[in-house]
Protein backbone atom coordinates (compact mmCIF):
# COMPACT_ATOMS: atom_id res chain seq x y z
CA UNK A 1 0.00 0.00 0.00
CA UNK A 2 1.16 3.40 -0.88
CA UNK A 3 0.30 6.69 1.07
CA UNK A 4 0.16 9.18 -1.23
CA UNK A 5 0.29 13.13 0.12
CA UNK A 6 -2.35 15.22 -1.95
CA UNK A 7 -0.98 18.19 -2.26
CA UNK A 8 -3.76 19.95 -4.19
CA UNK A 9 -7.11 19.47 -6.41
CA UNK A 10 -5.24 18.81 -9.82
CA UNK A 11 -3.27 15.36 -8.40
CA UNK A 12 -5.20 12.19 -9.88
CA UNK A 13 -6.24 10.76 -7.05
CA UNK A 14 -8.08 13.82 -5.27
CA UNK A 15 -11.10 13.04 -6.96
CA UNK A 16 -11.31 9.86 -6.05
CA UNK A 17 -10.26 10.54 -2.31
CA UNK A 18 -12.98 13.09 -2.10
CA UNK A 19 -15.95 11.43 -3.34
CA UNK A 20 -14.81 8.80 -0.25
CA UNK A 21 -14.35 11.78 2.50
CA UNK A 22 -17.65 13.32 1.18
CA UNK A 23 -19.61 9.57 1.57
CA UNK A 24 -17.92 8.88 4.41
CA UNK A 25 -18.86 11.58 7.33
CA UNK A 26 -21.98 13.44 8.19
CA UNK A 27 -21.60 17.32 7.41
CA UNK A 28 -21.04 18.53 10.68
CA UNK A 29 -17.80 16.51 10.34
CA UNK A 30 -16.57 17.31 7.25
CA UNK A 31 -14.98 20.59 5.32
CA UNK A 32 -16.97 22.06 2.06
CA UNK A 33 -14.42 21.70 -0.68
CA UNK A 34 -13.09 24.80 -0.76
CA UNK A 35 -11.98 24.96 3.01
CA UNK A 36 -10.23 21.80 2.61
CA UNK A 37 -8.52 22.73 -0.91
CA UNK A 38 -7.59 25.88 1.50
CA UNK A 39 -6.27 23.58 4.24
CA UNK A 40 -3.88 21.57 1.43
CA UNK A 41 -1.67 24.59 1.66
CA UNK A 42 -1.60 23.96 5.93
CA UNK A 43 2.26 23.29 6.65
CA UNK A 44 0.53 21.78 9.75
CA UNK A 45 -2.24 19.60 7.64
CA UNK A 46 -1.82 16.58 5.55
CA UNK A 47 -4.15 14.63 3.39
CA UNK A 48 -2.97 11.49 1.70
CA UNK A 49 -5.07 8.67 -0.16
CA UNK A 50 -4.17 5.19 0.49
CA UNK A 51 -4.28 3.18 -2.70
CA UNK A 52 -2.74 -0.42 -3.87
CA UNK A 53 -1.25 -0.08 -7.44
CA UNK A 54 -4.37 2.44 -9.09
CA UNK A 55 -6.89 0.98 -6.45
CA UNK A 56 -7.84 3.72 -3.99
CA UNK A 57 -8.72 2.07 -0.80
CA UNK A 58 -8.60 4.54 2.03
CA UNK A 59 -8.16 8.26 3.18
CA UNK A 60 -5.94 9.77 5.94
CA UNK A 61 -6.09 13.33 6.95
CA UNK A 62 -4.15 14.80 9.84
CA UNK A 63 -2.60 17.56 11.63
CA UNK A 64 0.75 18.15 13.41
CA UNK A 65 0.17 20.39 16.67
CA UNK A 66 2.79 20.68 19.22
CA UNK A 67 4.27 17.16 19.45
CA UNK A 68 0.86 15.70 18.52
CA UNK A 69 -0.52 13.83 15.49
CA UNK A 70 -4.63 14.39 15.16
CA UNK A 71 -6.23 12.19 13.10
CA UNK A 72 -9.05 13.93 12.07
CA UNK A 73 -10.14 11.62 9.06
CA UNK A 74 -10.04 7.99 8.30
CA UNK A 75 -11.70 6.02 6.35
CA UNK A 76 -11.68 2.92 4.16
CA UNK A 77 -13.34 2.17 0.76
CA UNK A 78 -16.76 0.81 1.15
CA UNK A 79 -15.59 -1.99 -1.58
CA UNK A 80 -12.51 -3.37 0.94
CA UNK A 81 -14.17 -3.01 4.55
CA UNK A 82 -14.01 -5.94 6.23
CA UNK A 83 -11.19 -6.87 4.53
CA UNK A 84 -8.19 -6.10 7.26
CA UNK A 85 -7.03 -2.87 5.30
CA UNK A 86 -8.10 -0.59 8.18
CA UNK A 87 -5.90 -2.13 10.26
CA UNK A 88 -3.36 -2.86 7.96
CA UNK A 89 -3.57 1.18 7.10
CA UNK A 90 -3.06 2.42 10.39
CA UNK A 91 -0.28 -0.29 11.75
CA UNK A 92 1.50 1.22 9.26
CA UNK A 93 0.83 4.90 9.84
CA UNK A 94 1.47 4.46 13.47
CA UNK A 95 5.08 2.73 12.82
CA UNK A 96 7.44 5.04 14.89
CA UNK A 97 4.75 7.59 16.57
CA UNK A 98 3.92 7.67 19.88
CA UNK A 99 1.92 10.71 19.93
CA UNK A 100 -1.15 10.14 17.88
CA UNK A 101 -4.84 11.37 18.83
CA UNK A 102 -7.73 11.00 17.26
CA UNK A 103 -12.16 11.63 18.28
CA UNK A 104 -14.66 9.09 17.80
CA UNK A 105 -18.60 9.10 18.83
CA UNK A 106 -19.39 8.01 22.42
CA UNK A 107 -19.90 4.40 22.13
CA UNK A 108 -23.50 4.32 22.11
CA UNK A 109 -24.19 1.47 20.13
CA UNK A 110 -23.40 -1.55 18.46
CA UNK A 111 -21.49 0.24 15.12
CA UNK A 112 -19.89 2.65 17.82
CA UNK A 113 -18.56 0.08 20.09
CA UNK A 114 -17.46 -1.98 16.88
CA UNK A 115 -15.41 1.35 16.28
CA UNK A 116 -14.09 1.91 19.78
CA UNK A 117 -13.23 -1.89 19.55
CA UNK A 118 -10.98 -1.32 16.59
CA UNK A 119 -8.97 1.56 17.89
CA UNK A 120 -8.28 -0.30 21.16
CA UNK A 121 -7.29 -3.06 19.10
CA UNK A 122 -4.43 -1.40 17.59
CA UNK A 123 -3.35 0.40 20.94
CA UNK A 124 -5.58 3.57 21.29
CA UNK A 125 -6.90 4.30 24.78
CA UNK A 126 -9.87 6.18 25.81
CA UNK A 127 -9.10 9.66 27.92
CA UNK A 128 -11.44 10.11 31.05
CA UNK A 129 -11.13 14.35 29.97
CA UNK A 130 -14.07 15.39 28.52
CA UNK A 131 -13.62 16.43 24.70
CA UNK A 132 -15.76 18.47 22.13
CA UNK A 133 -14.38 18.65 18.33
CA UNK A 134 -13.36 21.69 16.76
CA UNK A 135 -16.25 23.11 15.00
CA UNK A 136 -15.40 22.98 11.35
CA UNK A 137 -17.56 26.26 10.52
CA UNK A 138 -18.56 28.95 12.65
CA UNK A 139 -21.77 28.87 13.99
CA UNK A 140 -21.74 25.26 14.66
CA UNK A 141 -22.29 23.32 18.34
CA UNK A 142 -19.52 21.73 19.25
CA UNK A 143 -19.98 17.76 19.20
CA UNK A 144 -19.13 15.63 22.54
CA UNK A 145 -16.73 12.97 20.96
CA UNK A 146 -14.58 11.10 22.96
CA UNK A 147 -10.59 11.53 22.57
CA UNK A 148 -8.91 8.14 22.13
CA UNK A 149 -4.39 8.55 22.31
CA UNK A 150 -2.04 5.90 21.33
CA UNK A 151 -0.96 3.81 24.10
CA UNK A 152 -0.98 6.05 26.63
CA UNK A 153 -3.90 8.46 28.39
CA UNK A 154 -2.96 12.18 27.85
CA UNK A 155 -2.22 14.25 31.60
CA UNK A 156 -5.10 17.41 32.07
CA UNK A 157 -2.35 19.77 31.43
CA UNK A 158 -1.22 18.40 28.29
CA UNK A 159 -5.12 18.29 26.88
CA UNK A 160 -5.45 21.67 27.47
CA UNK A 161 -2.62 22.98 25.88
CA UNK A 162 -3.20 20.99 22.83
CA UNK A 163 -7.02 21.72 23.16
CA UNK A 164 -6.09 25.42 23.24
CA UNK A 165 -3.86 24.95 19.94
CA UNK A 166 -6.51 23.07 17.84
CA UNK A 167 -8.39 25.67 18.42
CA UNK A 168 -6.13 28.37 16.59
CA UNK A 169 -4.80 26.22 14.18
CA UNK A 170 -8.16 24.43 13.18
CA UNK A 171 -9.55 27.22 10.76
CA UNK A 172 -13.13 27.97 11.43
Not at 58 to 79: K, L, Q, R, T
Not at 162 to 169: A, G, I, R
Amino acid sequence: MIFHTLPHAQDHFFDVAWKLYEEAFPSNEKRFLKEHLQLLTNASYTFQAIHKKDTLIGIIGFWEIEEFIFIEHFAIHPFVRGKNYGTLILSEFLKGKTHVILEIEPPIDEQSFKRLHFYEKLGFVQNAIPHFQVPFRKGDTPIALELLSYQTPIKQDKYHSLYSSMQKLLPL
